[in-house]
């Protein structure tokens, strides 16, 4: 098996505008794992936010290069233990882990959801992004969009803007990145009206401190972002939110979104896959996880100019599953 990677520069449609920041690009690591004239590819985005530095992950995969070159062809539930064992951060662990289930599928000519029996008679729709902005100019957006889904950015609390959304005959969710505060959350979870919000995503900065004064069993469909990293925390949020965002490079990958998914589960959670400002290897590597899913957040590549890949394709919110082997990446 051999290994490489590349730093790609996506140039965005127009800024993207949350609650961290405004960007008009985004960096990308792509990975490709490669064995017997097939590759497998995936990415990982450069998050400020989230202290993500590509560069520091190129000196990385230079170290481990040869460990990984070694390994034998092995299912990729094994290969992700060899990965785990290597202590390498989520993001550059979910790049290599989808890359490998990617070469696996092609080398056994099987796709993801055969590989794992997946079957599915319907798919959620995904949202596309509302970038922060005037509500008159995010209004004037969604009502302009082929997209029936939104998620609306927002950087702060304003009940008037909250109400006039409310009062918009569309399918609406609220991401605030953090930006709200305990009061702003009481007032919302208390609002009968705010129950026409589909979810309300990762209201204030992540950690117990904030969530603890979040109820599950009030109006808001509460949704953990930042404070749902993983399979482990998740009973914990069983009091406070309704619903988690699974995003592959924050939990490691996809083989640590299966386990996600299965836990979540159990515990009656409402599950949403997220994506990252992507190209198509990294949201058709999240969009195989759709069939679990009650939300999707896949639009990532849609929001970039220069996509260098093809695979599975979201049109106007609607996920088209690519049928090729693997998760169906090929370049461009």
Known sequence: MVLSWQIVRFQLKETFAIAYGNYTFREALIVTLQKNGNKGYGECTSIDYYHISLSDFEQILSKIKSQIESQNIIHPTDFYSFLL???LPSFLRSALDCAYWDLFGKLEKKNFLELNNIDFKKLPESSITISVDSLENQIKKIEKSAWTKFKVKCNHFDEKDIVRLLELDKNLALDSNGSFTKENCIWLENKEAVSKFSYLEQPMKPGVEHYEILHADKFANWMADEDCQGASVIKDLQKHY???????????????ALEMISVAKELNFKIMLGCMTESSIGISAGAVLAPFCDYADLDGANLIAND??????????????????GLGIKLR
């Open 85 to 87: 064992r290597l202590d």
């Open 242 to 256: 309704q619903s988690i965002n699974i995003k592959l490079v924050k939990c490691g990958g996809l083989t640590p």
């Open 308 to 325: 260098i890949a093809k695979g599975s394709e979201i049109v106007n919110g609607k996920i088209h599953l690519s049928e090729s082997d």
